[in-house]
């Protein structure tokens, strides 16, 4: 989470800026040089976006956040943003774990 404003702006492009908060250009300046400051609702919206927490247009429709947590359209189902970040590190781990596997087999099969 990037607290402060003038560094979260600069996360974005000029025109990235000006497409979602609906601001010119100039505005957008702006805020990444510190000179202005965006209103309450926009460092929310940008905050929400940089932390990934804005449902992506590829996500199966009716899934949504509930408070804290990813309900599915029944709403069975939920999972927490600690439950969801912990499932992104597993899964690199795994990734990397892979590799190394296939790499460590590569050098045995060599040895014989």
Not at 59 to 66: C, T
Not at 84 to 103: A, C, F, P
Request: contains cysteine; charged residues 20%; hydrophobic residues 35%.
């Amino acid at each position: 989470m990037i607290k402060d404003t003038q560094t979260l702006c600069c996360w974005f492009s000029i025109q990235n800026l000006c497409d979602l908060l609906g601001v010119t250009a100039t505005t957008a300046k702006r805020y990444q040089n510190g000179k202005g400051k965006p209103r309450p609702g926009e460092i929310t919206l940008l905050q929400l976006i940089y932390d990934g927490k804005i449902m992506p247009e590829s996500w199966p429709s009716g899934m949504k956040f509930r408070g804290n947590l990813l309900t599915t359209p029944n709403e069975l189902e939920s999972l927490t943003w600690k439950e969801i970040d912990t499932y992104r590190w597993v899964l690199g781990q795994w990734h990397w774990s892979n590799q190394k596997l296939i790499e460590l087999e590569r050098k045995l099969s060599m040895a014989y």
